[in-house]
């Protein structure tokens, strides 16, 4: 195998004991060639993790840097500007990763210069905890390549074949380095809250570039799915975080879709989140559907504001402030 470098980039807010999992379990990887770059948005680290992460930093087996804001699409825009690596691989700060894991992701890339992104299977604790007995997919459907509904088809969980794909899911891709730096495509940082569909806005703008997101099942992990933690600063109770969901689907179909497509996709948000239909199975009660309907509605006007304000304000406040520190 060409010895490609890869940059593995783990941004992290609040994380403690599963962070220090992770990390030992990712700096166990036995490939040659990769870096692995922390962005720390916790304002306070308990003392152990503290000491975990300066150890680690200190031998040189992370690098670490620490921020005083929290955006996930921010970390990683930030980190991508540091990194080193041909391939630059996102992971989030709640997985467990087997052996190889790595050299899967990197032999994607060799003699294939059409995939510019590899989209990982993730053993999902909650979503496989959930399913049916022995769920396995080879082949995800038509659907799944349309992108406005493409969302509610693509199981990147139980598919068990590999193909190509719309998307990756966040806590496990990896992009060659020149989708930045060659074609300019960078994580938004409008995306709020928990950044849901940060990923699915930035590989649907790979589409653009010609080149293809591969899905190879081979480069699995486990995801966790702490419910504490994470990349945002949101509670998801919170009100805030239940609109900016909202504004965060809606912001994905006013940038990347036709006019139909954005309607399939807000139907189907309508449908799954407000009225909790399948696949969304949520309480049917008469006053929850309401309530959901309602930030529904302010998350529309949310992204509309959003999509508006771009024709001034690209958004990117957390590289903007990067590039004046670095400059």
């Excluded at 990887?29 to 992460?53: F, K, R, S």
């Amino acid at each position: 195998m060409s010895a490609l470098s890869i940059s593995v980039i783990i941004p992290t807010y609040g994380r403690e004991e599963i962070l220090r999992e992770t990390l030992a379990n990712v700096i166990q990887q036995d490939y040659a060639h990769y870096e692995v770059l922390v962005i720390d948005q916790t304002a306070q680290h308990q003392p152990e993790t503290d000491a975990y992460l300066n150890q680690l930093a200190a031998e040189q087996k992370i690098r670490l840097f620490r921020v005083n804001w929290a955006s996930l699409p921010g970390a990683r825009n930030y980190a991508v500007r540091r990194s080193t690596g041909d391939i630059v691989l996102f992971l989030d700060d709640d997985v467990l990763l087997p052996a190889g894991f790595l050299e899967a992701h990197v032999r994607n890339y060799i003699n294939h210069p059409e995939i510019g992104a590899v989209a990982g299977r993730v053993y999902d604790r909650m979503k496989l905890a959930d399913a049916a007995p022995g769920l396995s997919i080879d082949y995800l459907p038509p659907q799944a390549m349309n992108p406005g509904i493409a969302w509610y088809y693509i199981d990147l969980v139980h598919t068990c074949k590999p193909q190509r794909v719309l998307t990756a899911r966040g806590c496990n891709m990896s992009f060659r380095r020149e989708v930045f730096e060659k074609h300019g495509i960078w994580f938004d940082e409008r995306f709020r809250g928990s950044a849901v569909r940060e990923e699915s806005d930035f590989c649907l703008r790979i589409r653009q570039t010609g080149l293809q997101i591969w899905y190879d099942p081979e480069a699995n992990l486990v995801h966790l799915g702490e419910e504490t933690g994470g990349c945002h600063d949101i509670s998801t109770r919170s009100l805030q975080y239940q609109i900016t969901f909202y504004h965060n689907h809606f912001l994905l179909g006013l940038k990347n879709l036709t006019l139909w497509q954005a309607i399939r996709l807000y139907a189907k948000l309508f449908d799954c989140h407000v009225l909790g239909h399948p696949p969304c199975y949520k309480s049917g009660s008469p006053l929850k559907v309401m309530s959901r309907a309602v930030f529904y509605c302010l998350g529309f006007v949310s992204a509309l504001k959003t999509w508006i304000s771009a024709l001034w304000n690209k958004g990117q406040v957390y590289s903007q402030l990067d590039h004046l520190v670095r400059s």
